[in-house]
């Protein structure tokens, strides 16, 4: 779980690879 809040930090930095990476190990809709 430490490794998705993680990503999702990264995510508010407009990290588009850790989105990209967040939304398949999630499996959620990205735009």
Excluded: D, G, W
């Excluded at 490794?3 to 989105?19: A, E, P, T, W």
């Amino acid at each position: 779980m430490n490794s998705r809040y993680s990503c999702m930090r990264k995510v508010l930095f407009h990290n588009f690879k850790c989105i990209f990476e967040f939304c398949t190990n999630v499996q959620l809709t990205c735009l």
